[in-house]
């Protein structure tokens, strides 16, 4: 599957809508992925992320050490590799081995992305001073890809203990919103 | 509709899942309304929730004034009083009048709740370090409401410019994810 560079403002409308997404990130030894809901955007261009990554995480050191990482979007067909990903931890397992997910190298992060997903979003770490208090990290966008052959993903949403809200139909109401 | 207490343990389910909502305060003069997507769950209990709110919004001088809201979430058929609370300011109208939502009183804030809305989460600014630089006020819940008729509120999900997607159907997978 062949991925499409994604315009940078157009972003927001790809996690503003709440999907469970899967970060990954690189050590100097592996890469890891982690499930994660608590995000939220903050700015339109450059997309602006915050995330909260509990520092019980794998990922919390790797993302303090090496400060890059990739959101990537998955859809329905996943959903039994996220929750195995929110359900293990990279200290003990190679998530990428053993759940089947394909690395793909990305532009600008050492971070791979995740194959299988419809969308990659390659980040940086631009802010760390929420990080010890409330374990927020604040992103910057970089780069981000998406599968033109995808015309309504359907994204799944976290409601709690493995409970899962699918997109559903999709609405458009005369708008001046962004 | 009679709203039932909800546990703060659960209120985490509620927004995790990305739903828009409707952020109401109250100045000394009047309410306000201010559509929101662009919020985290960072804490399950007690629940903390990071919104970011433009300085340019009639709702950002009011809340750090005042440091109460409630966050009302809206279900489908709101849709169209939902994008004109995004397209209008309560600089200008009165939002409540205009939209005919109901204004409920709140246990412990001042901010009224929207009596139309499924669940109602009352809140405290905890935290302003990120507002100068981010517009990221940081809310503690206080209280919650739920309407216990609903058992599977189609809420409605911000694409961009008034698309939205609305709530599908739900899957459960077993899961030790909190």
């Known amino acids: 599957m062949a991925k ?27 890469a890891n992925i982690m499930t994660m809901s608590w995000y939220t955007m903050m700015e339109f261009e450059p997309p602006v992320v915050g995330c909260v990554i509990s520092n019980r995480n794998y990922t919390f050191n790797i993302l303090k050490s090496t400060k890059e990482c990739a959101i990537n979007i998955p859809t329905l067909e996943l959903a039994e590799k996220v929750v195995g990903c929110g359900n293990s931890s990279g200290r003990q397992i190679d998530k990428f081995n053993v759940f089947g997910l394909t690395q793909v190298t990305a532009s600008c992060v050492k971070a791979p992305l995740i194959g299988e997903c419809y969308a990659n979003i390659e980040c940086k770490v631009v ?22 052959t995808r015309q309504n993903p359907r994204t799944i949403h976290h409601r709690g203990r493995g409970i899962f809200m699918v997109a559903g139909e999709t609405i458009r109401l005369p708008s001046k919103m962004k």
Request: proline fraction near 8%; hydrophobic fraction near 45%; glycine fraction near 4%.
């Open 127 to 148: 802010e760390e001073k929420m990080v010890a208090k409330y374990n927020l990290f604040i992103l910057e966008v970089l780069k981000a890809w998406i599968d033109p």
């Open 4 to 30: 499409k560079s994604f315009p940078l403002s157009k972003v927001y409308g790809l996690l503003e809508p709440g999907p469970v997404v899967l970060l990954t990130t690189a050590s100097k030894t592996k």
